[in-house]
């Protein structure tokens, strides 16, 4: 049973009788006429049997049948994410955060592999009846490490332009930025219904990607928490640098911060541990300096001779004590005062034994 067609071939649903299990047979139609074709469809075989991931659909076998080359898949019971015809599909919040986490997931095991699937897209994206997402379609993958793996022309852009990076849209090589903003893209669009970037013409649609910021889901009339809307614009980033990396993602969407829910606080510290801790103390006063704080003022004045005052202001007793004594006199100042009544006495006695020898002379 037929259950797909795409670019490159058919996909049909089938038994694999040696194990017993249901597939998903992909067969590639008109590779006659495109020489590259058979290479690219085969690298794709080779690129997703390298990758193991719950998020990525994995690849079982490969091998040509009646002319025609087949890849024998994983298959996943349920549908794509691509809209219908008239008919966008538009999810929650909650069901894009899944979305986001899942695919990411299989973005970083791709990217961790040396792999850049370059055409991340809602068709590349199945969804199984359990909610899973599966990242599907690496025909036009090519490994970072080997520049040959693009097998395209020099200067031609591979993908499709809606969810296009402005990087490549510059004719730049993808890297796994490239990817993540395509997944940006893809985001955005189940959450409002739209691509972040439509034009009449595809040059026009390069130079919105390139020149154009996105506009804010919830000014376009979507619902969501302001913090998934935060971080779903930094995927859109025009310098690839600016953009988390596939992992980032996944953790930040299965963590659920996106809801807007506060993050948990830290486990807490043993006593006496943590940078913190030594700062305490400094905001108590000393345990010398507590009756100071605590004493009314009063008190310590009735007081001087049993608590000290404190050393900021001048203690009453000493100033009196400097208020009774007498200013300090100058040495000289003192001699020169004495001097006088030294030579007053010197003088008298002079004269008391002068007139005693004249007595006794007048006497004999």
């Known amino acids: 049973m037929c259950v797909g067609r795409g670019g490159m071939g058919e996909v049909w649903r089938a038994t694999d009788e040696v194990l017993g299990r249901d597939v998903a047979v992909k067969l590639m139609l008109g590779h006659e006429h495109d020489p590259s074709a058979a290479d690219r ?29 087949y890849l024998v898949m994983e298959l996943v ?63 036009i993958a090519r490994f970072v490490d080997d520049p040959s793996g693009a097998l395209t ?24 930025a490239s990817d993540v903003y395509s997944l940006g893209c893809v985001l955005y669009q189940l959450l409002t219904g739209r691509p972040p970037f439509r034009a009449d013409t595809a040059t026009a649609l390069l130079y919105q990607h390139i020149d154009t910021p996105p506009a804010p889901p919830r000014q376009v009339g979507t619902p969501m928490p302001a913090a998934f809307e935060d971080f779903l614009l930094t ?22 911060a996106w809801r807007d829910q506060p993050m948990p606080l830290p486990q807490a510290l043993p006593h006496g541990a943590g ?44 100033a009196r004590s400097r208020r009774a004594q007498p200013p300090t006199e100058n040495p000289l100042t003192a001699i020169s005062r004495r001097r006088p009544r030294r030579t007053a006495a010197v003088a008298g006695a002079v004269a008391f ?5 004249i007595g006794m002379v007048w006497l004999s």
């Open 153 to 176: 022309t020099t200067g031609q852009i591979v993908g499709t332009g809606l969810y296009l990076a402005p990087e490549r849209a510059l004719g730049n090589p993808a890297s796994p």
């Open 353 to 357: 034994v002068v007139f005693l020898l």
């Open 41 to 69: 469809f085969r690298l794709e075989a080779q690129t997703a049997a390298r990758l193991s991931h719950p998020h990525v659909v994995g690849v079982f076998d490969f091998g040509t049948w009646d002319g025609k080359l």
């Open 77 to 139: 019971h349920g549908d794509s994410l691509a809209a219908a015809p008239g008919r966008p599909v538009v999810l929650p919040a909650e069901k894009v955060a899944t979305v986001a986490a899942h695919a990411a997931a299989g973005l970083a095991a791709a990217h961790r592999q040396g792999v850049v699937h370059r055409d991340i897209k809602p068709g590349n994206l199945l969804m199984d009846s359990d909610g899973t997402v599966k990242l599907a379609d690496f025909g």
């Open 235 to 256: 995927l859109l980033a025009k310098q690839p640098e600016q953009r988390p990396t596939a992992q980032a993602i996944a953790d930040w969407f299965g963590s659920g």
């Open 275 to 318: 940078p913190h801790r030594p700062s305490a103390p400094l905001a108590a006063p000393p345990a010398h300096r507590a009756p100071v704080h605590h004493r009314p003022a009063p008190q310590s004045r009735r007081q001087p001779a049993v608590r000290p005052a404190p050393q900021t202001a001048p203690t009453p007793a000493p």
